[in-house]
């Protein structure tokens, strides 16, 4: 199927860590929520209005083929509970849509920078997943592609409310901007807390690796805006944009301190990392996901010289899905526990120097 290479393909552009303050912004993504005029939202639509929904946006490809050639369109309904997973795991569809495939489609670009969700929460969903902090980038590409499918589709748009969707929040701009942050010095110097709370009262959520419902593990934050109604899409760029320097800048002097006042600590924390990570027989998702971030401290702060590109690639690899998938069978925790050690160790050959 012309998805083969979906799932085989381990590396997304994200996952390349490169990009502006790449040693603490880990992703930037923007997604757009559209909905289609005088159709119901997909949760009350029949197959009928959710095929329309697809006949449309396919037809707007037809017609703007030059944009649209290095993108392939996925139907979720053919792919297995554990394929789509996979998705979810390098954040290419949303938890929900991987469980709710009626009539549902990605399009996706060849380097999963770009996915476009069809008949998800809302009819059409653009996402942009740039690594580094490329907020302004991520958001031109998702405009211009929302300007191409505005030209051939009429929105379901209110000149008051702005555009429609089917989760209140979203509603105005639709727009949602998030970063993905690591935040190892805030945390070890027990600043985070505080600062989490800050965050809030300016209009920004947090949450953990995979959004809505998910912990934070490993030192890693999502931090989105709130509210979409009120301000411009370029305002709202803007705004956590500033909050991101000023994260960066705390994040940078904490680490700074900690390098200046416990050099050997840190260095021996990142030491015990790549140990345990090397040699580990067991380990579980979560022990991982800390010994990762320590040994990704060690390695943006000069103590350790690794390849933090394989620690990005670990990131998703690790997860339970794509661990199965390497095995092509179910794994209880138990076995994934062992496999993921097992798939670390093989990572690890050769690339500490």
């Known amino acids: 199927m012309a998805q083969d290479k979906f799932w085989v393909k381990n590396l997304s552009k994200w996952m390349e860590g490169t990009g502006p303050d790449s040693e603490v912004v880990l992703t930037s993504r923007v997604r757009l929520a559209r909905n289609i005029k005088n159709i119901p939202f997909p949760y009350l639509a029949s197959d009928t209005q959710t095929q329309k929904i697809f006949n449309d946006v396919n037809r707007v490809v ?4 030059g944009e649209f050639k290095d993108f392939t369109f996925i139907k979720l309904e053919e792919m297995e509970s554990l394929e789509r997973q996979l998705c979810v795991e390098k954040h290419i569809i ?7 495939v009626r009539n549902s489609f990605v399009l996706l670009r060849n380097d999963e920078a770009v996915s476009i969700m069809i008949n998800e929460e809302d009819h059409i969903r653009i996402q942009c997943l740039f690594p580094g902090l490329q907020l302004e980038g991520a958001w031109n590409l998702a405009d211009k592609i929302d300007d191409i499918m505005e030209s ?5 748009f209110n000149e008051d409310r702005g555009y429609l969707t089917a989760c209140p929040t979203n509603v105005g701009t639709g727009i949602r901007v998030s970063l993905m942050m690591h935040l190892p010095g805030l945390v070890i110097t027990k600043q985070i807390n505080r600062i989490l709370s800050a965050l809030s009262q300016v209009g ?14 490993g030192n890693i934050v999502q931090i989105s805006n709130q509210i979409t109604l009120g301000q411009s899409e370029k305002e709202i760029i803007r705004n956590l944009y500033a909050v991101a320097k000023q994260l960066i800048e705390q994040e940078e002097e904490a680490r700074q301190n900690l390098l200046n006042e416990s050099r050997e600590n840190l260095a021996d924390r990142a030491g015990r ?16 996901m800390q010994l990762l971030s320590d040994l990704r401290l060690g390695v943006d702060l000069g103590l350790i010289d ?14 339970p899905a794509h661990l199965q998938s390497m095995e092509r069978k179910e794994l ?14 093989e990572k690890f050959i050769g690339s500490s120097k």
């Open 94 to 100: 949303s938890p929900q849509m991987a469980k709710d």
């Open 152 to 156: 051939d589709l009429d929105y379901a």
């Open 273 to 288: 990392a790549l140990g345990i990570l090397s040699n580990a027989r067991i380990v579980s998702s979560q022990e991982a």
């Open 62 to 65: 037809g017609n703007h083929k």
């Open 204 to 217: 920004l959520v947090v949450r953990g690796l995979y959004g809505e419902g998910t912990e934070v593990i």
């Open 306 to 319: 690794f390849d933090s590109k394989i620690i990005n690639h670990l990131l998703v690899t690790i997860r």
């Open 332 to 345: 209880d925790a138990y076995e994934r526990d062992v496999c993921r050690a097992t798939l670390i160790r």
